[in-house]
């Protein structure tokens, strides 16, 4: 299950407007699961206010989670000397890429993964060690998925990697495979970021691994690699590089852009489900840093990271 309550340092990307139920929705930078507050409730209006003022003054605040629930059950501001701290740590993507409007049901899977031809990301420039097959690729996504949490036996990285947790930690979960595609295959990695915040959009999907519930979030991110691909067909050689994700927590195995992108509107789960934009930026990306998906914090050190999966490491997805 969900932890039953936590106490973050985060930023209020927006605060959303009331659902047909009437509850307000807030969204954080730091979290990809979208948590909802009543404001019938005396306590939780006063909840409401302090989340806008935060977001409309751009300042850091301490909230008191619970995601099992997925309410905010307390907000209050920094001190001075924790204000400085975030301040002083905190480092951003120097000019990040824009992100791109999308509807899934118009693009042709067939060419929209073909790095260079509809994907063109000045991320891609900043690395040519592309991976050389399919094969490797595969070798490096069991691999990570064999560090999760969920697995007997130590992980053979610290601290083990909470796959089997997929209402929130992608950030983290994305950034460590990014060390481990890096530091240990040498290949390049970038990371690429769904989003629904347009209105009162959701990412939805089935948790399919883990017990089959719904999960729904406001972005998630993983790692993208280039994955090089050759074919012969008759006289004709092919070469070409398809831009591929790997996320253990969704899938079995190493899967195209498209095929993850659509998974993550599964309308079963949320009738409304809505992939809003997806944007490719460099793996020092770690979480966004606005509600539009312009601005991405990093976490070049992985203490934000490693603090993260250690939090997750026992937790579960469904009931």
Same mark, same amino acid.
């Given at each position: 299950?969900?932890?039953?309550?936590?106490?973050?340092?985060?930023?209020?990307?927006?605060?959303?407007?009331? @659902?047909?139920?009437?509850?307000?929705?807030?969204?954080?930078?730091?979290?990809?699961?979208?948590?909802?507050?009543?404001?019938? +409730?005396?306590?939780? /209006?006063? +909840?409401?206010? *302090?989340?806008?003022?935060?977001?409309?003054?751009?300042?850091?605040?301490?909230?008191? =989670?619970?995601?099992?629930?997925?309410?905010?059950?307390?907000?209050?501001?920094?001190?001075?000397?924790?204000?400085?701290?975030?301040?002083? @740590? *905190?480092?951003?993507?120097?000019?990040?890429?824009?992100?791109?409007?999308?509807?899934?049901?118009?693009?042709?899977?067939?060419?929209?993964?073909?790095?260079?031809?509809?994907?063109?990301?000045? /991320?891609?420039? =900043?690395?040519?060690?592309?991976?050389?097959?399919?094969?490797?690729?595969?070798?490096?996504?069991?691999?990570?998925?064999?560090?999760?949490?969920?697995l007997p036996g130590p992980p053979a990285v610290t601290p083990c990697i909470p796959f089997q947790y997929v209402i929130d930690g992608c950030y983290a979960r994305a950034h460590k495979m990014r060390q481990i595609i890096e530091d240990k295959y040498g290949y390049c990695c970038e990371k690429v970021f769904s989003f629904a915040n347009q209105g009162n959009d959701r990412l939805a999907v089935l948790a399919g691994k883990w017990g089959g519930c719904c999960v729904t979030w406001w972005y998630h991110v993983a790692p993208l690699v280039r994955v090089r691909i050759r074919l012969r067909l008759g006289f004709i050689n092919l070469d070409f590089v398809l831009a591929m994700?790997?996320?253990?927590?969704?899938?079995?195995? %190493?899967?195209?852009?498209?095929?993850? =992108?659509?998974?993550?509107?599964?309308?079963?789960?949320?009738?409304?489900?809505?992939?809003?934009?997806?944007?490719?930026? %460099?793996?020092?990306?770690?979480?966004?840093?606005?509600?539009?998906?312009? /601005?991405?914090?990093?976490?070049?050190?992985?203490?934000?990271?490693?603090?993260?999966?250690?939090?997750?490491?026992?937790?579960?997805?469904?009931?």
């Open positions: 299950m969900p932890v039953s309550k936590e106490s973050a340092i985060v930023t209020v990307a927006a605060v959303r407007e009331p @659902t047909e139920d009437g509850a307000i929705e807030c969204v954080f930078n730091e979290r990809e699961q979208i948590f909802a507050l009543s404001p019938t +409730v005396k306590a939780q /209006a006063a +909840v409401v206010e *302090r989340l806008r003022a935060a977001f409309e003054s751009n300042v850091p605040v301490t909230a008191t =989670l619970d995601p099992g629930r997925a309410t905010v059950q307390k907000v209050e501001p920094l001190s001075e000397r924790e204000l400085r701290q975030f301040e002083r @740590t *905190r480092t951003m993507v120097e000019e990040p890429d824009k992100p791109v409007r999308i509807k899934l049901d118009s693009i042709d899977p067939t060419t929209f993964n073909i790095v260079g031809h509809k994907l063109d990301f000045t /991320a891609f420039r =900043l690395c040519n060690r592309v991976i050389p097959s399919y094969s490797v690729a595969k070798t490096i996504f069991d691999f990570c998925a064999a560090q999760s949490c969920h994700v790997i996320d253990p927590g969704m899938f079995d195995k %190493p899967v195209l852009l498209s095929t993850w =992108l659509g998974a993550q509107e599964h309308v079963p789960c949320w009738p409304t489900a809505n992939v809003s934009m997806y944007s490719i930026q %460099p793996g020092t990306a770690y979480t966004p840093a606005n509600y539009a998906g312009t /601005a991405f914090a990093t976490d070049p050190t992985y203490s934000s990271t490693n603090a993260t999966l250690t939090n997750y490491a026992n937790l579960t997805t469904c009931p």
